[in-house]
């Protein structure tokens, strides 16, 4: 069975950082593009990041670029969002895809997608 779990949200102030992660299980995690999508407050699921399945290409939203960075460890099935320069407007429910299923394009969530996990940014 296809699990995402995500895992490293918290409340931080504006400027600061945080790191999540996603831990995969149940599908061949090193031969999947991977993503992350947030859902803020009372908006709709939004792609953030992109990587392919090595790992050695990376794509991100313009309103994060230059400030997170998305990163995988294909040995430990891990999928990570470096996250820097908060802002109050990164505050949303952040979740890790395959990117079938959230891309550039768009997101639609899935069974197996994980419960999210969630970032507060707030001095």
């Known amino acids: 069975e296809v699990q995402l779990v995500e895992s490293g949200g918290g409340l931080a102030q504006p400027g600061g950082s945080l790191r999540l992660s996603c831990a995969a299980s149940?599908?061949?995690?090193?031969?999947?593009?991977m993503s992350w999508a947030r859902r803020a407050p009372g908006k709709g699921l939004e792609w953030v990041s992109d990587t392919n399945s090595r790992g050695d290409n990376r794509n991100h939203a313009d309103s994060v670029k230059g400030r997170f960075t998305i990163s995988r460890d294909n040995a430990k099935n891990t999928l990570y969002l470096q996250m820097n320069s908060l802002k109050p407007e990164d505050t949303a429910v952040y979740y890790c895809?395959?990117?079938?299923?959230?891309?550039?394009?768009?997101?639609?969530?899935?069974?197996?997608w994980g419960q999210g996990t969630q970032v507060t940014v707030s001095s």
């Open positions: 895809a395959k990117r079938s299923d959230c891309s550039r394009v768009g997101c639609s969530r899935s069974k197996y």
């Open positions: 149940g599908f061949s995690f090193s031969s999947y593009a």
